[in-house]
């Protein structure tokens, strides 16, 4: 199938017909076929037997820029690719493909790649040379854009795409960050906190512009989804390591410290970190030197914003929901920062992350066990109290729905299924005692009681949109879901008990 579809490609090329796009996107991701089309342009191009396919390789690298699971190779190869030539290679364009087609066999060492890739990024100091194109446009508010901020000169001699928003390096630059994810943490974190400080320099630039309709709204268009995916690269490395949680920590608040207008609202927003970050840390692997850092995090004092929104919060229990070994002392910052958090998803994320540490303190095992046998009606009224006392308190925040009350409870009957198939975490008479409380979780009379109070509560977010998916990624297969499942599962402890432990053991109540 490669071969053909290279052939056909190929033959097309040669007798100058227009590729369909679909086309084009099918060899971005046929790593084969890509491979043999490039060879056979470079032996065309060598043999001077076809012309430069400019518009066939400038819609090839972009397509390739735009792949959603980019590596180091595939990006070299998308810059090898590209007209624009942005690596600088100084070959001609047939070596650059031969090159690019030796590249797909995933030979090259990442350090010598990563190398190469950074010249994507504005060099610091810039190429003074630049100064003299960009005063040739006569572009008044660009050359005081280069006076200020001289780093931001080769953006601001780019060229535009046509019909883009953006600037010809933007799709570069965006597909270094997500490419960054296929690196050693070594080696990407580097280079993503550069990609980091860029965003938050284009995004401090288009603020502080001015003019009406602002200047440089390419750089709004830049810099927030750089940022993002900044974001989304640096969760997905493995090991977590020390660096990681302190760049985390700058890039969570950047949006309350850039001038006013700057990274807007869903950027990193507690809905976008709940919906589309916390997922991408669920199962990574936390380097034991990063367990201090993190658990730091949950003791710094924070703006209020902040400490409104939690997402510092959330992120740091997301990650520690991966490690067993917590300290005492690391426990108890936990209970103190995590559970005790007026924030019901911070409080099941830190419930989560101490009911996976081993051994089990008798401090979670007792409070799993209490709200395993406590009554629906019992803590819907104890949410409702808590959050009465904490209004007359003057707390500012944003309670969750009432029918979330039982997200506790939810995590902490998957967290007991957890727990009875790690052979030798429970004594016997633990062991009989959590199916005595099980059992009274899944009773007909709760269930009924569940459904009554949340019929008229319901959260209220559809599948897509919910801040769960995090925490059911984590727990689905102890308790027999799919992680495609609508998380609202959590939300209904009593039917979670009776369909995992009662049906499936059929025991009949």
């Known amino acids: 199938m490669a071969d053909a579809l290279a052939l056909n490609l190929t033959?097309?090329?040669?007798e100058g017909m227009p590729l369909p796009a679909d086309w084009v996107a099918e060899l971005a991701r046929n790593d084969e076929a890509l491979r043999r089309v490039l060879l056979r342009l470079s032996a065309s191009l060598s043999a001077e037997a076809a012309p430069l396919p400019h518009d066939f390789l400038r819609h090839l690298s972009g397509a390739l820029y735009a792949l959603p699971a980019l590596t180091l190779h595939k990006l070299t190869v998308a810059c090898l690719c590209d007209p624009q030539n942005p690596l600088q290679s100084g070959l001609p364009l047939a070596q650059r493909l031969d090159e690019a087609a030796r590249l797909l066999l995933?030979?090259?060492?990442?350090?010598?790649i990563l190398a190469r890739l950074r010249r994507l990024l504005p060099p610091d100091p810039p190429d003074l040379a630049l100064m003299a194109q960009l005063e040739r446009q006569q572009d008044a508010p660009a050359l005081r854009i280069a006076a200020a901020h001289p780093r931001l000169l080769p953006i601001l001699v780019e060229a535009w795409e046509s019909g883009s928003q953006t600037r010809a390096g933007t799709p570069r630059r965006l597909a270094l960050a997500r490419a960054l994810a296929s690196a050693s943490p070594q080696h990407a974190l580097p280079l993503l906190r550069e990609l980091f400080y860029l965003a938050v320099e284009l995004c401090t630039v288009w603020s502080e512009a001015g003019g009406m309709p602002r200047h440089f709204p390419e750089f709004f268009w830049e810099a927030n989804p750089l940022a993002q995916q900044v974001l989304k690269t640096v969760v997905q490395?493995?090991?977590?390591?020390?660096?990681?949680?302190?760049?985390?920590?700058?890039?969570?608040?950047a949006h309350y410290n850039v001038p006013e207008g700057g990274f807007n609202g869903p950027t990193f927003s507690p809905g976008v970190i709940e919906r589309e970050i916390l997922p991408l840390m669920v199962n990574r692997f936390v380097s034991p030197q990063a367990i201090?850092?993190?658990?730091?995090?949950?003791?710094?004092?924070?703006p209020p914003e902040q400490r409104y929104e939690q997402t510092i919060w959330k992120?740091?229990?997301?990650?520690?929901?991966?490690v067993s070994a917590l300290t005492t002392d690391q426990q108890a910052t936990l209970w103190q920062h995590g559970y005790a958090s007026p924030d019901l998803l911070t409080r099941a994320l830190a419930l989560l992350a101490l009911?996976?540490?081993?051994?089990?303190?008798?401090?979670?095992?007792?409070?799993?066990?209490?709200?395993?046998?406590?009554?629906s009606l019992a803590l819907y009224d104890q949410r409702q109290r808590e959050i009465a006392r904490l209004n007359r308190q003057g707390a500012d925040f944003v309670f969750d729905a009432p029918g979330q009350v039982f997200l506790l409870k939810g995590v902490a009957v998957a967290l007991a299924a957890e727990w009875r198939q790690s052979p030798g975490l429970l004594t016997p008479a633990q062991r009989a005692d959590l199916q005595d409380s099980l059992r009274k979780a899944a009773s007909s009379f709760q269930r009924t009681l569940e459904a009554r109070l949340t019929a008229s509560s319901h959260a209220g977010f559809s599948q897509e949109h919910s801040p769960l998916r995090a925490l059911a990624l984590s727990l689905c297969d102890a308790v027999h879901r799919s992680p495609d499942d609508d998380p609202d599962w959590l939300l209904h402890p009593a039917d979670l008990a009776y369909l995992t432990f009662v049906v499936s053991e059929r025991i009949f109540l």
């Open 106 to 112: 995933g030979r090259g060492d990442e350090a010598e």
């Open 355 to 375: 009911g996976r540490q081993r051994p089990l303190t008798e401090q979670t095992w007792q409070t799993v066990r209490r709200l395993l046998r406590s009554s």
């Open 11 to 14: 033959r097309r090329l040669q």
């Open 315 to 322: 992120c740091t229990l997301q990650w520690l929901t991966n």
């Open 292 to 302: 201090p850092a993190l658990v730091h995090l949950l003791q710094q004092d924070y």
């Open 237 to 253: 490395l493995e090991p977590v390591c020390p660096q990681a949680v302190n760049l985390l920590e700058e890039i969570i608040p």
